[in-house]
């Protein structure tokens, strides 16, 4: 199905706009009950009975480009195929956001134009999710097994995307140095000394122990991108254990190592006080790939992921939609890059 384009930007419509009408249950053909509705840094999600629905912001940043509807219908297309991999139930379809010939919102392609697109998904039970799981202490040694097999079974069948030993040691001193740039940037007034603290010994990481990074370029996967405890579905009786969520706009920042990711989510149930979990989970991953990791690596890919949430926290302070939180955004660039700092340390100090 392709938009019928709109004449104006009164007939697309603001962003406000369509929140109000989505945040709306009468709206809704199945008519849920009432709907809740969740800002990210990104895109509105509205909870609506059994069904979720995700509305991409129109902005720009680094990489991700929403500001047009064609943009964004792109990347809805691209979220639902690329997240069909980890989570096939719960991707449903793409759903134009139209206006009718008299002006007004509806969910369907109208004789007015298609307005926007959204993700329609199937919803799940919050209790379920990793992070919510951790804070009610309801983890089980199950769920981790198939949190592990899920994600194994994942990483071996899906495309790989290898590089040399050589180009892949170059890529990470070029992700450094572009992170700090991105964190640099006068717009976010992040102190230049700690921003730069971590670059250099993160660069001197890859001086004195680049060798650990020998046969990780081949391991190179097109993968999840955003491996986080909030994206994790540990499963129930009516849904399996799935992943949701990947990073859909930019193939580059999903081209990563499995223990990459791995590390990733250790590092942010550590952040959740689970680090023990954490430890588990990896422990568990390199027996079942089998992938012995050495844990100077584990801990530099921690720092490494680390400051690329650093990267995400700062850019909120761009956001209009956020103004008057600077302060929190930035307080939360810099818990990471203290992360980031922490992990490539031990990472540095081992012979």
């Known amino acids: 199905m392709k938009p019928i384009a709109s004449r104006t930007r009164a007939a697309r419509g603001t962003l406000q706009e369509k929140v109000a009408f989505l945040a709306d249950a009468r709206h809704y053909p199945h008519r849920p009950r009432a709907v809740w509705s969740i800002e990210t840094h990104f895109a509105w999600v509205f909870l609506a009975g059994e069904r979720a629905y995700k509305l991409k912001k129109p902005l720009r940043q680094a990489s991700m480009d929403y ?26 379809r793409i759903v134009p956001l139209g206006r009718t010939r008299d002006g007004r919102l509806a969910l369907r392609a109208g004789a007015g134009g298609v307005v926007d697109w959204l993700v329609q998904m199937r919803r799940l039970p919050a209790s379920r999710l990793l992070d919510q799981a951790l804070a009610e202490r309801s983890v089980g040694a199950r769920d981790i097994e198939r949190v592990v097999a899920r994600l194994v079974a994942f990483f071996r069948g899906v495309r790989r995307r290898p590089m040399t030993d050589r180009a892949y040691r170059a890529h990470m001193r070029e992700q450094i140095r572009r992170g700090a740039r991105e964190l640099l940037a006068p717009d976010l ?10 670059m250099q010994r993160q660069l ?8 650990l ?3 990780r370029g081949a391991m190179l996967r097109d993968g999840h991108g955003d491996l ?11 849904h399996p254990c799935c992943v949701i969520d990947c990073l859909e706009f930019d ?32 422990d568990r991953y390199a027996q079942a790939m089998p992938d012995p990791i050495p844990q100077p690596l584990i ?3 921690m ?30 660039a810099y818990s990471y890059l203290d992360d980031a700092l922490r992990y490539v340390r031990p990472a540095n100090a081992r012979d």
């Open 67 to 92: 500001r047009t509807v064609a943009l964004r219908e792109r990347a809805c297309r691209a979220e639902l195929e690329l997240n069909r991999r980890l989570a096939p139930q719960v991707y449903r």
């Open 189 to 198: 007034a992040l102190q230049a000394r700690r921003v730069n603290r971590v």
């Open 204 to 211: 001197a990481w890859l001086a004195r122990r680049g060798r």
């Open 213 to 215: 990074l020998q046969g």
């Open 228 to 238: 986080r405890p909030e994206h994790v579905f540990l499963g129930t009786p009516r």
């Open 251 to 282: 193939p580059r920042l999903r081209r990563l190592d499995p223990a990459e990711e791995m590390a990733f989510l250790a590092m942010e149930c550590a952040r959740l006080g689970a680090e023990r979990l954490g430890r588990d989970l990896l």
């Open 299 to 301: 801990e530099f890919y």
């Open 303 to 332: 720092s490494r992921r680390a400051m690329v949430r650093a990267q995400i926290a700062a850019w909120h302070v761009r956001d209009p939609e956020f103004a008057g939180h600077a302060r929190q955004w930035r307080a939360r």
